[in-house]
């Protein structure tokens, strides 16, 4: 623990894009991996910006990062339905339909025996059709709180309408820390709401100059002409972290401190070469 024992800091990174993603992340947390006592990332996009591999699950997993979750691009890379149902440290939304390979939800523990439940799930505003995230993801809070006061949630969602409402929801419900993601744009709301701990999104890790982390003339040409073009993850200089780390009272799961992280990292400074 990094704390009195009592509370643990959590740290939740935004979407990784890409390589750019996968290497500013490994590089982060070279440094502060032992400032955390459970480290999620969502990795939707981890794998050329389009799903994950199983090599790069691998990869991330030697990190550091003890959670991974995802979203809608979940299923880019087929090879997931190879390996998913042996990925101990990944979820998928809770949300689709009874079947779906993988799991919405997991409890993980710590080495003190302290118990840390994730869900991820997906909106349905603006996205494609799913199960109602309402009344599944209620029932699962209340099945984990069996077993865990930590709840941590990850809503993978496009209008911040819902994110608020469902967050504002899942607070009712327990929850101690609820992460928006998806839209890859950090929101600046962060705030403790009813004991938990909320962002509408957490943002991405990338490359900055870029458009959510790909490429601009791929999403210039895709948005002017309509054509359908294969999306590429940016390449820059500058790559950035997008985080949040969350304070939780280990005995009541209450949130006590949220905190976003926003930082850019210039390769050009870097002494050391990148690998890339
Ligand atoms: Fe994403
Ligand atoms: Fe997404």
């Known amino acids: 623990m990094t704390g009195d024992g009592k509370t643990i800091k959590i740290l939740f990174l935004g979407d990784l894009v890409g390589r750019p993603g996968r290497f500013v992340v490994r590089d982060f947390l070279k440094k502060q991996r032992e400032n955390y006592d459970f480290i999620i990332a969502n990795v939707e996009n981890a794998s050329h910006g389009f799903g994950l591999t199983e090599k790069n699950y691998n990869e991330i997993s030697e990190y550091g990062i003890d959670c991974m979750t995802s979203g809608n691009h979940i299923w880019d890379k087929r090879e997931i339905l190879n390996y998913i149902d042996k990925a101990d ?36 505003v603006f996205m494609a059709p799913v199960d109602s995230q309402w009344e ?4 699962e809070i209340k099945r984990l709180k069996e077993i865990t006061q930590i709840i941590i949630v990850d809503f993978h969602a496009e ?10 929801f899942c607070a009712d419900l327990g929850a101690s820390a609820f992460f928006g993601t998806h839209t890859h744009v950090q929101t600046a709301d962060e ?17 900055s100059d870029g458009v959510i982390g790909m490429e ?53 400074e870097k002494e050391e070469d990148n690998e890339k």
């Open 89 to 124: 440290r990944l979820v998928r939304p809770f949300n689709y339909p009874n079947g779906t390979p993988g799991r919405g939800s997991k409890v993980f523990e710590l080495d003190n025996g302290v118990k840390v439940a994730v869900i991820n799930a997906l909106g349905r």
């Open 159 to 168: 209008a911040t309408a819902e994110k608020i409402c469902f967050g504002r």
């Open 216 to 268: 601009y003339n791929t999403s210039l040409n895709r948005f002017t002409t309509c054509i359908p073009e294969r999306y590429e993850v940016a390449d820059g200089n500058v790559v950035q972290i997008n985080a949040v780390e969350v304070e939780i009272d280990s005995t009541s799961g209450h949130a006590a401190a949220i905190k976003r992280i926003f930082c850019y990292v210039d390769e050009n």
């Open 191 to 207: 705030q403790i709401v009813n004991n938990m701990g909320y962002i509408t999104d957490a943002g991405f890790c990338g490359t």
């Open 136 to 139: 599944t993801v209620a029932d």
